[in-house]
């Protein structure tokens, strides 16, 4: 028996975003629809717009290249929480396009993202993991989830899509 009953380790700092670490991978289920544009980024903070919207004045400083951009709830399985995708990587853009045409709407089934390697040396893959239905009492978790998210103010400066 020791002292103290609780030990008083901080427990592992957990985000709302969903972000792959050098060759980790992630299972999620798409919850929501995606919202896009574009984004750059200045002092490592993004500045998004949508497609058919104006650049904005501010990202014209940006030394970063400019990018297209998906961003939508997902339920991430390992960690058993309910996040946002903020999706800048072209090839997994294009490989969820892909999927989709091939086998039908992405919020339907599970897919696994693997980020390999790390800088310009790395490569992501993307693929169908499970074409289970979604258990009812995650997707009404979902729902309550999707409707506390405000994916628009991504596009909003110092917006928190968490805030609605």
């Known amino acids: 028996m020791t002292f103290l009953q609780n030990n008083y380790e901080r427990e592992a700092a957990s985000s709302q975003y969903l972000k792959l670490q050098p060759n980790e991978s992630a299972t999620i289920r798409i919850i929501s629809n995606a919202v896009e544009g574009f984004q750059t980024f200045i002092d490592n903070k993004p500045i998004r717009w949508k497609f058919d919207d104006e650049m904005p004045k501010k990202a014209y400083k940006s030394e970063d290249k400019l990018r297209p951009f998906a961003a939508f709830n997902v339920w ?53 993991d499970s074409k289970e239905p979604f258990d009812l009492d995650l997707l009404e978790l979902a729902q309550k989830f999707n409707d506390k998210v405000d994916l628009e103010q991504l596009f909003v400066e110092g917006g928190n899509p968490f805030n609605s």
């Not at 999706?87 to 992405?106: A, F, K, M, Y």
């Not at 919020?107 to 790395?122: E, N, P």
């Open 76 to 128: 991430h399985v390992e960690d058993a929480k309910f996040k946002i995708y903020s999706c800048g990587t072209r090839s997994i853009l294009q490989e969820l396009v892909n999927l989709s045409e091939v086998e039908g709407d992405p919020m339907t089934y599970d897919l696994k993202i693997t980020r390999k390697g790390a800088g310009l040396d790395t490569k992501y893959y993307v693929r169908v």
